[in-house]
Nanobody
């Protein structure tokens, strides 16, 4: 089982980034997927979640209107995406994708069964 994030980097405030998550080793089309982030000295926090079909999404208030979560179930490897626009310095964190078996969408980290290793996003002012 693998969830592998990519797409992080160093950008300036106002820029955009698109994070990707490649999920393989399970039938991840049956899993809800989510994105979380963790800044130094802070707890891991929910960013966004998407249902198995992709028809339902949920966002944390700080990113609502700026971030868009999506997924592609068409291939054996399921891809999750997080499009991040109008980035702010407070978005700086390690971003993790996660998959929750048999759930619609959920914001609770404990309900996710598989996690990626994380990708660093740094936004300079």
């Amino acid at each position: 089982v693998q969830l592998v994030e990519s797409g992080g980097g160093l950008v300036q405030a106002g820029d955009s980034l698109r994070l990707s998550c490649a999920a393989s080793g399970r039938t991840f089309s049956l899993y809800a997927m989510g994105w979380f982030r963790q800044a130094p000295g802070r707890d891991r926090e929910f960013v966004a979640s998407i249902s198995r079909s992709g028809n339902s999404t949920l966002y944390a208030e700080p990113v609502k209107g700026r971030f868009t979560i999506s997924r592609d179930n068409a291939k054996n490897t399921v891809y999750g995406y997080l499009q991040m626009n109008s980035l702010k310095p407070e978005d700086t964190a390690v971003y993790y994708c996660a998959a929750a078996e048999g759930r619609r969408i959920t914001i609770a980290p404990i309900e996710y069964d598989y996690w990626g290793q994380g990708t660093q996003v740094t936004v300079s002012s």
